[in-house]
């Protein structure tokens, strides 16, 4: 046994009593900061955190720039070591949470995105060392679980039309992430992290390895990184555990979907009174507090009864993924080298193998058979037919006059939906393949005493991507196996052999479908898609000559880029073979290019005068050739004046543009799905000139009075690519200030105002349906996009095309500041120790939309709900926070964070909410490190310290899981753990 002395005993007692002790004043310092909205202003940078400016081709420092600059240190974007990048950076307040890791369908291919003041991410360019980084696949969105966190230096993030400074893309402004350049040694660190709940378990290792030159005139630095995390399910969560929906009041009523295990016909009263055999259908014992909505199957033998949609509803919701699984390995390389004392060459590599998924309930499906519309499946001799059971028969011998009017033995049953539950839940998996290469030279030169600088690069991007879909519905398979015949054995066969191994089906029911039959009818499909990108460019900066206030500098340059894809779907997707899919796929492909010039000059005018230390005044310009969408212009004004030591003034108004990406331009037509309302239905109390709408645009006479809710509380979407898209148009205007009393003390804030004209938007399906009734013009563009079943009277889908229509603007504020101070050696671990204040806010005074010239402005800046708020609309609240705190003494950091989200309230015009307005939301993290020895260190922490949950919205609001998972902590209290070492 190893016994350590008094004096070891007593010096580690007095580091950890400083060690509480500096827990607790980090704690205290953050609290008056969240509960005193003065004390908190924009994030700035002390002068020792000076960097090299984001926004411009010429250097300048964060304070100093011209441009609104928020800067994070990679010490602060890895604090709560999080397994995947945009979980941290979207604490920022300056970014809105778009596709994150708690994205599930709505997430698509799971590509992290980047969305800053919240106009889509598409309008956010994502760099990496000033240059574009791979799109993940051909929407052009780059996905921030592809970028190295390692390897980081820090992140800036500017706002504002940089499209003069970098071309399209960036009209809500860029995200820099700048790389070590120069590091040397070995670094490696483990990680472990889980939920308070014991799921949600995560690893990520990371080694980096750097050498320089023997010379000292170069450096190379190699990277690798594993992760895997395992899912969190919305079953696992009480708000997200079951849908809720608010009723006609507001109040939330627990909620499911129509497509239900055994299936279910649906039916309106007025057909349902044409039914015989099935007790009870008209509701006369007052079972069904709704009436009742057709017939459904059920066990024992799928014996027919009422379906009534409340009690019988299905809680699709469970097996969704509320927190995606991922497997991701990385690599990169970056090397430069000087070759002579003015000419550097560079590379840089960069590869990932990322593999995630989604997840939703079991098929939900309107099953059809070959030719038929969906929900329409054909059951030949179906009196006869010996895989249905006796009840069965009987039930369509009884109402032969409704399912077999010709009378040729086909029996034709409409409206029929189900969820096939013995396939298991439907799982979407991506397994993407993004390499990236860089090659360039670059160097310095004089001219007549001025320095100048070039650079010329060559990139090459690849991003390979294969998805399957598993567990879906064959509508060929459904058909032979319905087509069923008694075989010379006596025993029953499929009457079509074509499909090897058909086995006869009995898809009515929930104890009717064998293992062996879900087996036959389910089916997986593949896709596999390639994005290639191609650059290459070359710039100079440097000094023209000097005025009397100082030197005119200037940059300019040129680029050239080619973006293509390929889009491959398997055979089975091609045949229209998936009973879910009504509008096939096809393969596709598509490519654009373009070549550009810039430059860029900032042009001194007073200097050393009073009120007037710096007077200057930059511009930019860029002219874009595509051969999409011809010649584009942006162009960049700006003013930057110090006024004195302390004082400094900025502002800039620019033209932004954004060309459409590959996904726009070529996308094929394809369907979606959202929850929304039928002003038709009897519940909604349509006008009587709206009645005669719903009727000609479908819906049966015989029952307008009476129609009610189909299977699912909502309807498919129909969109593809536009290829007479043009490019959007942006203007914005930031004004600003930085005010530094003090070395360790600064503030920033800054006003910004972005307008987008010709946004590309698909117009929303209910904004269609809504202008459509409030309109009643039933030849209009809105009204012959709605597109309704004839036999339901239930909307099918909506046609929501992709067009130059939209307009979108954007106003808010930042404010900022941070400040340094040494502390009593008290607080001393180490030889001495200081603490670090940040504070960032963000106020959104408008997040307008207008979806056609014409329609209201919708404004949802600090709203939710509506057509502010869905499963796939992202909130964008008033207002947004983050605080931190760091005290550092010797081997000992201590992190304290706090993030706020701003109350929200209830849309004017939305369904009514029994949440009403949702307060502000705050989230606690806090995390140590420890260096044990000189070489090892050991890290943890914990995330949502306090356990806060998310507010509850209900289904029509926030979607399946109840709430908003992007903006809003859905998983809870999160530990982690670590250890590091380096030499």
Not at 923 to 937: L, M, P, Q
Request: proline share 5%; glycine share 10%.
């Amino acid at each position: 046994m190893v016994r350590a002395n008094s004096g070891s005993l007593c010096a580690l007692r007095s580091i950890a009593t400083k060690l509480r002790l500096a827990t607790a004043l980090t704690a205290l310092a953050v609290a008056p900061a969240v509960a005193a909205q003065e004390q908190a202003a924009a994030s700035g940078a002390s002068e020792d955190q000076a960097i090299i400016v984001t926004g411009s081709r010429l250097s300048r420092r964060d304070l100093e720039s011209s441009s609104p600059v928020v800067t994070l240190s990679a010490d602060i974007l890895t604090a709560q070591a999080v397994p995947t990048l945009e979980t941290a950076l979207n604490q920022l307040p300056q970014l809105q949470p778009n596709s994150t890791s708690s994205s599930n369908q709505s997430g698509g291919s799971g590509v992290l995105t980047a969305d800053l003041r919240g106009l889509g991410p598409e309008r956010t360019l994502v760099l990496v060392d000033g240059r574009r980084f791979n799109p993940a696949n051909f929407s052009g969105l780059t996905d921030l679980a592809t970028i190295p966190d390692l390897m980081l230096e820090k992140v800036e993030v500017i706002t504002g039309g940089a499209s003069a400074i970098y071309g399209s893309d960036a009209i809500a402004g860029a995200v820099n992430f700048t790389l070590k350049r120069r590091f040397e040694g070995v670094q490696a660190q483990y990680t472990f992290g889980e939920t308070d709940r014991g799921d949600g378990r995560s690893h990520k290792l990371d080694v980096m390895m750097g050498v320089n030159a023997p010379d000292d005139r170069g450096n190379i630095t190699a990277y690798f990184s594993y992760t895997k995390r395992d899912q969190v399910l919305m079953g696992d969560r009480d708000f997200s555990r079951l849908p809720l929906l608010a009723d006609a009041t507001g109040k939330f009523q627990p909620f499911g979907s129509g497509n239900i295990p055994g299936g279910a016909i649906a039916l309106n009263a007025a057909q349902l009174a044409q039914i015989n055999g099935v007790p009870d259908l008209n509701n006369a014992s007052r079972a069904c507090n709704v009436g009742n909505a057709g017939i459904r199957f059920t066990q024992p033998g799928g014996r027919p009864e009422p379906f009534c949609r409340l009690r019988d509803q299905f809680n699709y919701a469970a097996p969704n993924f509320l927190l995606r699984p991922l497997e991701r390995y990385q690599a990169a390389v970056t090397a430069n080298y000087e070759l002579t004392s003015g000419i550097e060459a560079y590379g840089q590599f960069f590869f990932t193998k990322k593999e995630n998924s989604f997840q939703q309930a079991a098929e939900a499906v309107n099953p059809s058979s070959s030719g038929q519309a969906a929900g329409t499946v054909l059951i030949p001799n179906a009196l006869t037919n010996p895989v249905l059971t006796a009840a069965q028969r009987a039930f369509f011998a009884a109402n032969a006059g409704f399912f077999d009017s010709d009378g040729d033995g086909t029996y034709t049953v409409r409206g029929y939906g189900r969820r096939f539950e013995e396939f298991g839940p439907r799982t979407v998996r991506f397994a993407t393949d993004s390499f990236n290469a860089t090659a360039g030279l670059r160097g310095k030169f004089d001219v007549g005493g001025n320095q100048w600088r070039w650079d010329t690069f060559f990139q090459y991007q690849q991003v390979d991507e294969d998805s399957e879909r598993q567990n879906l519905l064959s509508r060929s398979r459904t058909t032979a196996g319905l087509d069923v015949v008694v075989n010379a054995n006596g025993t029953a066969a499929c009457r079509n052999a074509i499909i090897p191994g058909c086995i006869p089906v009995n898809i009515f029911g929930n104890d009717t479908l064998t293992p062996q039959m879900a087996e036959f009818l389910s089916v997986d499909t593949t896709t596999a898609s390639t994005f290639k990108r191609t650059v290459a460019g070359g710039s100079l900066a440097g000094d023209l000559f000097k005025l009397p206030a100082g030197m005119v500098a200037t940059a300019f340059g040129v680029e050239y880029r080619r973006d293509s894809f390929t889009i491959r779907p398997d055979e089975v997707a091609l045949s229209n073979d998936l009973a879910a899919v009504q509008v096939p796929p096809i393969r596709n492909a598509g490519s654009f290019n373009l070549f550009e010039v810039f430059g860029e000059v900032r042009v001194p005018i007073l200097a050393d005068k009073p009120f007037f230390k710096m007077l200057a005044l930059e511009g930019a310009a860029r002219y874009a050739d595509y051969n999409t969408i011809g010649g584009v212009f942006t162009w960049r004004g700006a003013v930057d004046w110090e006024v004195n030591d302390w004082l400094r003034l900025r502002g800039n108004y620019s033209r932004a543009i954004r060309a459409p990406n590959l996904a726009e331009l070529f996308a094929p037509t394809g369907q979606g799905f959202i929850g929304g309302r039928d002003p038709c239905l009897a519940v909604n109390r349509p006008s009587a000139a709206q009645k005669t709408l719903c009727v000609a645009q479908g819906v049966p006479a015989a029952f307008i009075d009476t129609l009610t809710v189909g299977a699912s509380q909502g309807f498919g979407t129909e969109s593809g690519g536009n290829r007479n898209l043009q490019e959007e148009k942006a203007d914005t205007l930031t004004l600003g200030a930085v005010i530094r009393p003090l070395r360790s003390l600064a503030f920033t804030i800054d006003y910004y105002d972005i307008k987008v004209r010709d946004a590309i938007a698909q117009v929303g399906a209910q904004v269609l349906i809504d202008t459509c009734f409030s309109t009643l013009e039933g030849s209009s563009v809105p009204c012959q996009s709605i597109v309704r079943d004839t036999f339901s009277g239930n909307i099918n889908f909506v046609r929501a095309p992709l067009l130059n229509v939209a307009e979108r603007r954007v106003r808010g504020l930042d404010v900022g500041a941070s400040y340094t101070t040494a502390l009593p050696a008290f607080f001393n671990i180490g030889d001495s120790s200081k603490l670090d204040l940040s504070a960032n806010l963000s106020w959104q005074f408008a997040n307008t939309t207008v979806p056609i010239t014409g329609l209201p402005t919708i404004d949802c800046a600090g709203f939710y709900g509506g057509a502010c708020s869905s499963d796939s609309t992202r909130i964008s609240p008033g207002f947004r926070a983050f605080f931190g705190a760091d005290y550092k003494s010797g081997p000992v950091s201590v992190r304290n964070q706090v993030r706020m989200v701003g109350r929200l309230e209830l849309l004017p015009g939305a369904p009514p909410s029994e949440s009403g307005t949702l307060g502000k939301e705050t989230y606690w993290d806090i995390s140590a490190r420890v260096e044990i020895t000189k070489n090892i260190a050991i890290f943890g922490g914990i995330n949502n310290l306090l356990d806060n949950q998310p507010p509850v919205m209900g289904f029509a609001a926030g979607g399946d899981s109840n709430t908003n998972p992007q903006l809003y902590d859905v998983i809870g209290r999160q530990y982690f753990i670590g250890i590091g070492t380096r030499f």
